[in-house]
């Protein structure tokens, strides 16, 4: 167990609406991170928060957005859901946010798309 | 563009042999390199990392080299368990200012039969 915490586990939704998925990071890490993993692929880097600010954009698309909020926790929320955003999308913590910091993932929230 | 590759998708070995898992990659700026191992159904969970300062990093069974100049790395298991079976992804990043994320591989499935 990372300690990282993610909700849901399963998602099943339809093209066209949104979702939130939910992460709770280990106690006492600052950063938290997005990841989405599709079919055959490796991590997909999406975002990362420092403290409750942004610190790192990477391949997130406009229809999606994240925030952390005060107590640290952070939500991945995906609009206009389209069939290829069917992917695993795990969460990460860490203490301080540097690369070489060591990211504890969750296990992951499993959305589909139908 | 792929900066992280992991050209075998799958790996099989006897038990008590070595693992060999290969990476590649092409952005030159990756200073700092790591290795994940995931289990179905979890997140995937740090196992060791390597300095671009350094050629060889070990941690037990584990241990991964680098090779700079072949833009290369490997993780080598020694001996290699049944429980080791597992997807191995590497990652890389650059610890220059202003870069925070990780760049992932495919992932390398290895089956270690007993």
């Known amino acids: 167990d990372s300690g990282v915490t993610q909700t849901p586990k399963h998602l099943i939704t339809a093209t066209g609406q949104r979702v939130t998925l939910r992460c709770s990071p280990r106690s006492g890490d600052l950063s938290v991170y997005w990841y989405q993993q599709s079919l055959d692929q490796g991590l997909q880097f999406l975002i990362q928060?420092?403290?409750?600010?942004?610190?790192a954009k990477g391949n997130i698309l406009e229809r999606f957005s994240a925030q952390q909020f005060p107590d640290l926790h952070s939500e991945l929320n995906l609009s206009s859901l389209e069939l290829g955003d069917s992917a695993l999308y795990f969460c990460?913590?860490?203490?301080?946010?540097?690369?070489?910091?060591?990211?504890?993932f969750g296990p992951g929230t499993r959305l589909t798309v139908l | 563009d792929q900066q992280v590759k992991q050209n075998s998708p799958s790996l099989s070995v006897q038990e008590g042999r070595i693992s060999i898992l290969n990476c590649d990659y092409t952005n030159s700026m990756f200073d700092y390199f790591l290795w994940y191992k995931k289990y179905p159904a979890e997140g995937p969970t740090f196992l060791i990392s390597?300095?671009?300062?350094?050629d060889k990093n070990e941690d037990g069974r584990f241990t991964v080299f680098l090779n700079k100049s072949a833009k290369h790395l490997s993780l080598h298991i020694v001996p290699s368990q049944p429980g080791d079976s597992a997807v191995y992804f590497c990652?890389?990043?650059?610890?220059?200012?202003?870069?925070?994320?990780?760049?992932f591989g495919k992932g390398t499935k290895l089956s270690v039969i007993p």
């Open positions: 928060y420092y403290n409750g600010e942004e610190r």
């Open positions: 990460a913590s860490s203490v301080a946010g540097t690369t070489t910091d060591t990211q504890y």
């Open positions: 990652a890389a990043s650059s610890t220059g200012a202003g870069s925070y994320q990780l760049t």
């Open positions: 390597i300095s671009s300062i350094k």
